[in-house]
């Protein structure tokens, strides 16, 4: 045997392929795999919400209610809140209660929990000045729990946590940064089905839509504690065209006739 | 959205210096096996040739080795899927390359080194990933 110096063939256990076009296409068809994944389940949730029966939806927001501990008493403000609310109900057919609170806030806003609960700020409350105007915003938040939309966003945010469960450690911040966004919005489509079964709600409860746009036009011209509200809450001039225009199909009755407020 | 931008420029950062570092390391280890060529290294178990022998002695080189950060995140993706780890290659080659240079170099008066024997082991710096590698080469040096 002679020993020859030579070097080995190292070739074999290196890359082939050089390593910016391979990270390239693995980010990519990591990126497309979970986009697909994502849009598959949106899908998957979004077809079981829509064959979820009252009953269930009834046990469900029960369920969650209990998680969500609220205010018990309820002074003569917000009995009165609660009858808009359930006079409004009564033409929704959502198969549970509604309750309705009113929140010590200067900020104008007014919200829907899931679980059936809807707060009103004393803010919002200070720029009402007729019973029409509470109907339009109370309207507007059953529908929002008319469509589900508390469902669907609840479940968003359970698909986009499955998927961080998938992706490694350091990323999964970079995951919840996305799910924020989806988290307490709904989407323009969303408010502007809440507004038509808004109208729809005041038309069946009152008889006409007197006033239902006016709470909305005040909101347009702006003030300065609406910027919380405003962060949450898309573009008001579109909302208010389409408002109108549902109502024009509708031939709904419109006149300037509004129910006085009284404040307690 | 600053974290993720943070971890961008981590990203960029450990691909441009660890692409510079490992040229680096590679160079080196190409003019050393050069210069050690003429030391052979085999894994028989008895010398080439059993005249002679003044001694032999027990030599080793161990060296640790680390990847950058987007070796490592690349390494986190190619674990999503399956697969060969393909940017891990480079790591392995060095480091095995790296121990027995240095176990060359610490006999460098020796006429044969037999019984060469490669080991490794991993320092985990969490339970799921390899954050070095150690490699350790040792053999029998055969002075004549």
């Known amino acids: 045997m002679k020993y020859s110096a030579k070097k080995p063939n190292e070739d074999v256990n290196l890359p082939q392929e050089h390593i910016v076009p391979y990270s390239t296409k693995l980010i990519v068809s990591f990126i497309l795999s979970m986009i697909i994944a994502y849009v598959i389940l949106l899908g998957v949730v979004d077809i079981i919400i829509q064959s979820i029966t009252p009953k269930q939806e009834k046990a469900l927001t029960n369920l969650i209610s209990k998680e969500i501990k609220i205010a018990t008493s309820k002074t003569k403000a917000d009995m009165y809140i609660q009858k808009v609310v359930d006079k409004l109900a009564k033409c929704s057919d959502i198969p549970y209660k509604l309750d309705a609170y009113i929140m010590q806030d200067k900020q104008i806003n007014a919200f829907a929990l899931p679980g059936g609960t809807i707060y009103i700020t004393t803010g919002m409350l200070k720029i009402i000045k007729s019973e029409n105007e509470l109907a339009s915003v109370m309207g507007h938040e059953i529908g929002h ?16 946590g499955f998927i961080s469960l998938f992706i490694p450690d350091s990323y999964s911040s970079m995951v919840n940064g996305m799910t924020d966004f989806s988290k307490m919005k709904f989407s323009q489509v969303q408010e502007e089905f809440a507004d038509k079964f808004g109208i729809d709600a005041m038309n069946c409860a009152y008889g006409n839509v007197n006033g239902a746009t006016i709470l909305f036009e005040k909101m347009d011209r702006g003030n300065s504690e609406l910027e919380h509200f405003m962060a949450s809450h898309p573009s008001f001039k579109s909302r208010i065209k389409k408002m109108k225009d549902h109502i024009k199909d509708k031939n709904y009755i419109y006149s300037n006739k509004l129910i006085p407020f009284n404040k307690d | 959205m600053y974290e993720f931008i943070y971890f961008l420029i981590l990203l960029v950062l450990g691909f441009i210096v660890g692409s510079i570092l490992e040229k680096k ?46 070796k490592k995140f690349i390494a986190g993706l190619v674990n999503f899927f399956g697969g060969n780890i393909v940017v891990y290659d480079t790591l392995l080659n060095r480091a095995r ?3 027995i240079l240095r176990m060359k170099e610490s006999a460098l008066n020796a006429s044969e080194i037999i019984n ?29």
């Open chain 2, 97 to 99: 390359r790296e121990a």
């Open chain 1, 145 to 160: 729990f008319k469509n589900k939309d508390h469902l669907r966003s609840f479940s968003t945010s359970i698909v986009t």
């Open chain 2, 116 to 144: 060469l024997k490669v080991e490794t082991s991993s320092i985990h710096k969490s339970a799921k990933r390899i954050g070095a590698v150690e490699i350790t080469a040792y053999g029998t040096a055969i002075y004549r």
């Open chain 2, 25 to 70: 390391h590679f160079k080196s280890i190409n003019e050393r096996e050069e210069k050690l060529l003429n030391l052979p290294t085999i894994t028989l178990k008895k010398p080439l040739n059993e005249e002679n022998i003044v001694q032999t002695e027990l030599v080793y080189g161990s060296v640790v080795v680390s990847i950058d950060f987007f």
